[in-house]
T-cell receptor
Framework: AQSVSQHNHHVILSEAASLELGCNYSYGGTVNLFWYVQYPGQHLQLLLK??????LVKGIKGFEAEFIKSKFSFNLRKPSVQWSDTAEYLC????????????FGAGTRLAVHP | DTGVSQDPRHKITKRGQNVTFRCDPI?????LYWYRQTLGQGPEFLTY????????KSRLLSDRFSAERPKGSFSTLEIQRTEQGDSAMYLC???????????FGSGTRLTVV
């Protein structure tokens, strides 16, 4: 069965620290990959997506993610976090060839302390 | 304003009652999706439509659940004979078939008491 694993459920960082959130998926075919963010009290927003091409994807607000096909991974990174990055981060996978359902990980709750 | 509207935002119902939620997608998006999210979990796929056709249903969608999109615009999700386990956030999203950048609504939080 297709699944998405996010290794850390809760992460606490100080401002200016670097961030890396892990995401692994189990799906043998070609996939489209996404990171979504949900700020407190707000709806899910797209941070970045990967369909094909350069495996290093840049998104909004200084976030980037790297697709490593051999490791079935799509880790999210940011070199220096801010208090405003406090949110829940969700990795998702969609089978390529059809932009149909998304399979989400359980999410990582990030708290950034000033 | 997300562009995807869901109504109501909150619903409290007694066990055994029927409830219906509405989703209005972004007007030019012909794909519409329903997800369910419980505490501590990511959203789980329920079903999706392309125009008025329901293309896929999850096994999570029991016989008590039904979704419609009669004119290919708004959609409704009905839960009959609600159970406490149905308590969750029900999310709607829309997209174009050639763009995987789904836009999510703010959700309807259902509490079954």
């Amino acid at each position: 069965a297709q699944s998405v694993s996010q290794h850390n459920h809760h992460v606490i960082l100080s401002e200016a620290a670097s961030l890396e959130l892990g995401c692994n998926y189990s799906y043998g075919g070609t996939v489209n990959l996404f990171w979504y963010v949900q700020y407190p009290g707000q709806h899910l927003q797209l941070l970045l997506k990967y369909f094909s091409g350069d495996p290093l994807v840049k998104g909004i607000k200084g976030f980037e993610a790297e697709f490593i096909k051999s490791k079935f991974s799509f880790n999210l990174r940011k070199p220096s976090v801010q208090w405003s990055d406090t949110a829940e981060y969700l990795c998702a996978v969609s089978p390529s060839g059809g932009y149909n359902k998304l399979i989400f990980g359980a999410g990582t709750r990030l708290a950034v302390h000033p | 304003d997300t562009g995807v509207s869901q109504d109501p935002r909150h619903k409290i119902t007694k066990r055994g009652q029927n409830v219906t939620f509405r989703c209005d997608p972004i007007s030019e998006h012909n794909r519409l999706y329903w997800y369910r999210q419980t505490l501590g979990q990511g959203p789980e796929f329920l079903t999706y439509f392309q125009n008025e056709a329901q293309l896929e249903k999850s096994r999570l969608l029991s016989d008590r659940f039904s979704a419609e999109r009669p004119k290919g615009s708004f959609s409704t999700l009905e839960i009959q004979r609600t159970e406490q386990g149905d308590s969750a956030m029900y999310l709607c999203a829309s997209s174009l078939p050639t763009d995987g950048g789904y836009t999510f609504g703010s959700g309807t939080r259902l509490t079954v008491v």
